[in-house]
């Protein structure tokens, strides 16, 4: 019984294409979030939706577009894959601002831009 | 600009022995700490925090100090052993805004 998911787990596309990694949490947390590692395995923060409203938009490139249905689901679509995209992109949910337990994250979604 | 660094990339100890990671942080208004553990192909998982107010935390086998003055951070282990190994990250927040991650420390328990 999954916390955290995403999928898919595994992404292979060419230059330019438009893709989306799906996240959904059944812990009723009220915020999620988008993480980033990249090769050098730092992970950064790119998007924070607390009950479906964007509270941190660090800065990435507007090609990135997360949606939040409800909060429950936090989305994200990318256009015009460039090459330097490819990294583990993690979702993460949390109550508190993850003051109390941390943040639970999913298993990542690894994007290979060819 | 990397607020939470942790400079050893990789870490081997023998098991039973003690295991420390270290973390500093350059920005004094980080008041939040929190250590992670990860397995490869998984995401990380929360292992213990600790909150400015406090110099140590304590888990069972894990332990977490702050040091404020030399904003460093350690998390120690004892005893190792070998399901310990994997990658840890340390965070921080301030005033309840979003972690910034450091870039991990591989562990290794050597049986």
């Known amino acids: 019984d999954t916390a955290v998911s995403q999928t898919p787990k595994y992404l292979v596309t060419q230059m330019g294409n438009d893709k989306s990694i799906k996240c959904e949490q059944n812990?009723?947390?009220?915020?999620m979030y988008w993480y980033k590692q990249d090769s050098k395995k730092f992970l950064k923060i790119m998007f924070s939706?607390?009950?479906?409203?964007?509270?941190i938009n660090e800065t990435v490139p507007n090609r990135f577009s997360p949606k939040s249905p409800d909060k429950a689901h936090l989305n994200l679509h990318i256009n015009s894959l460039e090459l330097g995209d490819s990294a583990v992109y993690f979702c993460a949910s949390s109550n508190d601002r993850g003051r109390t337990n941390g943040y639970t994250f999913g298993s990542g979604t690894r994007l290979t831009v060819v | 600009d990397q607020q939470v660094k942790q400079n050893s990339p990789s870490l081997s100890v023998q098991e039973g022995r003690i295991s420390i990671l270290n973390c500093d942080y350059t920005n004094s208004m980080f008041d939040y700490f929190l250590w992670y553990k990860k397995y490869p192909a998984e995401g990380p998982t929360f292992l213990i925090s600790?909150?400015?107010?406090?110099d140590k935390n304590e888990d069972g086998r894990f332990t977490v100090f702050l040091n404020k003055s030399a904003k460093h951070l350690s998390l120690h282990i004892v005893p190792s052993q070998p399901g310990d190994s994997a990658v840890y990250f340390c965070?921080?927040?301030?005033?309840?805004?979003?972690?910034?991650f450091g870039t991990g420390t591989s562990l290794t328990v050597i049986p």
């Open positions: 812990l009723g947390h009220d915020t």
């Open positions: 600790i909150s400015s107010i406090k």
């Open positions: 965070a921080a927040s301030a005033l309840g805004n979003q972690f910034y």
């Open positions: 939706y607390n009950n479906k409203e964007l509270i």
